[in-house]
T-cell receptor, first 115, second 114 residues
Framework: DAGVIQSPRHEVTEMGQEVTLRCKPISGHNSLFWYRQTMMRGLELLIYFNNNVPIDDSGMPEDRFSAKMPNASFSTLKIQPSEPRDSAVYFC?????????????FGSGTQLSVL | AQSVAQPEDQVNVAEGNPLTVKCTYSVSGNPYLFWYVQYPNRGLQFLLK????DNLVKGSYGFEAEFNKSQTSFHLKKPSALVSDSALYFC????????????WGAGTKLIIKP
């Protein structure tokens, strides 16, 4: 298994532009998470999907952020318009959905820089 | 309030010496505790977890962690450090009100010197 696959690995964009981050979870995993990591705030959960349905999006910073999971093998996180304070590493993680299974598998992340 | 504290930003250990990375927690109910490791430019990797049972939990790469309920601690340990253990280590506890939300520590940078 190739693990959780994220693209792109690096994204540099200008303020105001739209940014789309992509994630392919591990096959058979029915839970998907988007996290953001910064030095100041550490790891923050942005949104959690279970069986392709958004369960908790309370961590999404504001309306500029949106996430979709159209099928079990693909998810996107979109920022429109982007701002410099969105600069961070964005991780996607997946897991199998058994009770008490908190073993998350993380992708390698997308390093986002908004200039 | 539920929380996880990793009191050391950085831990320095000589190769071959034992290492400890500290973690304390505050959570209502029984704690579900985890350690993850992050190597440079990579995502986090699961090391081990404590749900119930023996207080000493063994995990990947020779790491273990000791659950201490009275001290509300879950310190990560390894008897003999390797240079390749150098990484960022995160402790986490499951939010007792959730079956998916983890409360993460700020991370501890472990540096193993040859």
């Amino acid at each position: 298994d190739a693990g959780v696959i994220q693209s792109p690995r690096h994204e540099v964009t200008e303020m105001g532009q739209e940014v789309t981050l992509r994630c392919k979870p591990i096959s058979g995993h029915n839970s998907l998470f988007w996290y953001r990591q910064t030095m100041m705030r550490g790891l923050e959960l942005l949104i959690y999907f279970n069986n392709n349905v958004p369960i908790d999006d309370s961590g999404m910073p504001e309306d500029r952020f949106s996430a979709k999971m159209p099928n079990a093998s693909f998810s996107t996180l979109k920022i429109q318009p982007s701002e410099p304070r969105d600069s961070a590493v964005y991780f996607c993680a997946s897991r199998q959905g058994q009770p008490n299974n908190e073993k998350l598998f993380f992708g390698s992340g997308t390093q986002l820089s908004v200039l | 309030a539920q929380s996880v504290a990793q009191p050391e930003d950085q831990v320095n250990v000589a190769e071959g010496n034992p290492l400890t990375v500290k973690c304390t927690y505050s959570v209502s109910g029984n704690p579900y505790l985890f350690w993850y490791v992050q190597y440079p430019n990579r995502g986090l990797q699961f090391l081990l977890k404590y749900i119930t049972g023996d207080n000493l939990v063994k995990g990947s790469y020779g790491f273990e962690a000791e659950f201490n309920k009275s001290q509300t601690s879950f310190h990560l340990k390894k008897p003999s450090a390797l240079v390749s253990d150098s990484a960022l280590y995160f402790c986490a506890v499951r939010d007792s009100h959730s079956n998916y939300q983890l409360i993460w520590g700020a991370g501890t940078k472990l540096i193993i010197k040859p």
